[in-house]
């Protein structure tokens, strides 16, 4: 076997400007037979989790990076025996020797020909890599034992002393706070998970093969840490109170101290975290309000549930609602743009994707209805379900939530009357919707029961003013009180 055999696939860049992705799963180990287009791992980015296929056959020879580990985009993950050495058909360029900093790397594809998935593309500018400062020979790490891999094996890690794990190594670069003289044996991810949990690990009692410390040995310290009462030493291990997910080893849940609870902010969270500060003390915004009699409205979405045009598709006041905003949006277009800082020019959009906001288990995300504006409302229903639906499996792509123009966001659902929202980045208009609940409303001269909500505009005030933010939420809120506006505005 020659070293023009082995081909390294990179972490590509699965959404635009992404720089980093946290691997969730492997689907592979070393050993086994891969095949172009299979599946060898899933990854999460700061905007979705994304299925990872390799691009050519092979066998597998090494796993690079530890489940839960963070990598930036453009650092190798996986190596590939490749059957004759030669490069798959999709590389047309010839294997060549990498970089002198990275000696394991001999057959690394150029730059400019990073696999990556379909429709994603690679981002245009440069990515930093990580210095790989461990000697990675072939021969080498083939030999290691299967422990030994797994505690020095990804290469943002200092390498320790080739002694079998039974052996303690020098502390390198010191884990914990207070390291002993002896550095305790643990795997990276287990490593993290007792950084995490503010366990120090020369605490834990270990329970692995020689003398390894597991991630069930860190939870029982922090279980006997939350259980003063117990008189237990910890040489005793118990059941995990807090078990770690099978397929996350290096993502805790959280840390429940009794008195309170830490929970790492990472993946989709922290993303709309930094988007929603960026967007909050970038624009300046302003939100106006409008409370509606919805009364028609209600009543025309039971007789659509009905109608055989719409057999099979979900019909509910935020289809309407939808409909309704972009007629509004077509009335006073000048709504749908964007401000470009660096161009000093407003940008106005000729298109709506129409932005939903949806709450996940991954976190709160707004993928997008593409060309919303140019759907009938048939197929805007249709759109709107399977939006809904691939949110809620978690499947939602990155290009999904890429190019939005606009996006109302239903805090109605959750009983809450409205709201003041923030803008997604890139947008100049968010609509809330309130609860649609029996109200007392003055109707035709007389107070009776109708159904009512409340609506909140919130626009960029750089490129919309009083007046255009006001038509819009009036148009909206005038089609809602008579939808048959639908027909005579559209």
Known sequence: ???????????????????????????????DTVTDGQVVCEVETAKAAVELPIPYDGVVRSLHFPEGT????????????????????????????????????????????????????????STRRRPRKQAQDPAARQAASAV???????????????????APA?????????????RPLAKPPVRKLAKDLGVDLATVTPTGPDGVVTREDVHAAV????????????????????PAPADRPAAPASYDSGRETRIPVKGVRKATAAAMVGSAFTAPHVTEFVTVDVTRTMKLVEELKQDKEFAGLRVNPLLLIAKALLVAIRRNPDINASWDEAAQEIVVKHYVNLGIAAATPRGLIVPNIKDAHAKTLPELAASLGELVSTAREGKTSPSAMQGGTVTITNVGVFGVDTGTPILNPGESAILAVGAIKPQPWVHKGKVKPRQVTTLAL???????????????LADVAAILEQPKRLITWA
């Open 170 to 182: 020098a502390p390198a670069a010191p884990a914990a706070p207070a390291a002993p003289a002896q």
């Open 70 to 125: 963070t990598v930036d985009v453009g650092t190798s993950i996986i190596a590939v025996e490749v059957a004759g050495g030669a490069a798959p058909a999709q590389e047309a360029a010839p294997a060549a020797p990498a970089p002198a900093a990275e000696p394991e790397q001999p057959a690394e594809q150029p730059a400019a020909r990073q696999p990556v998935l379909v429709g994603y593309g690679v981002a245009t500018s």
């Open 223 to 242: 279980a006997a840490a939350q259980a003063p009462q117990q008189t237990a030493p910890a040489a005793q291990p118990a059941a995990p109170a807090v």
């Open 148 to 166: 030994q891999s797994e505690l020095n094996g990804h290469g943002a890690a200092p390498a320790a002393p080739a002694t079998p794990p039974a």
């Open 1 to 31: 076997m020659t070293n023009a055999s082995v081909r390294e696939f990179k972490m590509p860049d699965v959404g635009e400007g992404l720089t980093e992705a946290e691997i969730l799963k492997w689907y592979v180990q070393p050993g």
């Open 458 to 472: 919130s626009f960029d005030h750089r490129l919309v003013d009083g007046e255009l933010g006001s038509k819009v």
